[in-house]
């Protein structure tokens, strides 16, 4: 099936950094979608994106849809512990006039830097 | 509080029985979908219903089976013919007719052995 491809696939945080993970496909997407999971919990929508060079902030985060439609950025500004976790992006296609179903991408890990 | 709810947390089966995976939600939602998260992996799609009596396949079908007898409740099968049923498995739904953003349950960790 289609994938995105999203990076990195972990990385490292200190408190008080910025991080920045993207997502790319080949296909356009119609939406963008950022989810974070905690452990053993399911995924929380964080920010959806839903024009092509729409820039949205929730909080410390923020997102861009892509101008071509095929890729996205998060942006966490001045991390915390609690940002910890695994980040999925998500693009939905849309096919004549009805909704196609959610691609996800494998997630990108964040930790604490040891 | 709307919101989506599985039970159980954790379930444990042997090998070659059929098991069932609770999924509700009161968010009025017309559309219910199944993932499978396995380690290290997106969310791969199973099922999914847009309304009331009405279900299509997913990206990996195969072994599992559901029903969409009511818009609040969406029940999943895990069958003895699923050749690898441990994962992680989550429940979601969303408003077609609105956003269409998808909103997760708290998943249910199912262990075959």
């Known amino acids: 099936g289609q994938q995105l491809n999203q990076s990195p696939q972990s990385m490292f945080i200190q408190e008080g950094e910025d991080v920045s993970m993207n997502c790319t496909s080949s296909s356009i997407f119609n939406t963008w979608l950022w989810y974070k999971q905690d452990p053993g919990e399911g995924p929380v929508l964080l920010i959806a994106l839903y024009k092509a060079g729409e820039l949205t902030s929730n909080g410390r985060l923020t997102a861009q849809f892509g101008i071509t439609r095929k890729d996205s950025f998060l942006n966490i500004s001045a991390s915390i512990p609690s940002d910890v976790g695994i980040y999925f992006c998500a693009g939905q296609l849309r096919y004549g006039g009805s909704q196609g179903n959610l691609i996800f991408g494998k997630g990108t890990k964040l930790s604490v830097k040891p | 509080d709307g919101g989506i709810t599985q039970s159980p947390k954790y379930l444990f089966r042997k090998e070659g029985q059929n098991v069932t995976l609770s999924c509700e939600q009161n968010l009025n939602h017309d559309a219910m979908y199944w993932y499978r998260q396995d380690p290290g992996q997106g969310l791969r799609l199973i099922y999914y219903s847009q309304i009331v009596n009405d279900f299509q396949k997913g990206d990996i079908a195969e072994g599992y089976s559901v029903s969409r007898e009511k818009k609040e409740s969406f029940p999943l099968t895990v069958t003895s013919a699923q050749k690898n049923p441990t994962a992680f498995y989550l429940c979601?739904?969303?408003?077609?007719?609105?956003?269409?953003?998808?909103?997760f349950g708290p998943g249910t960790r199912l262990t075959v052995t």
């Open positions: 979601a739904s969303s408003d077609p007719g609105l956003d269409n953003e998808q909103y």
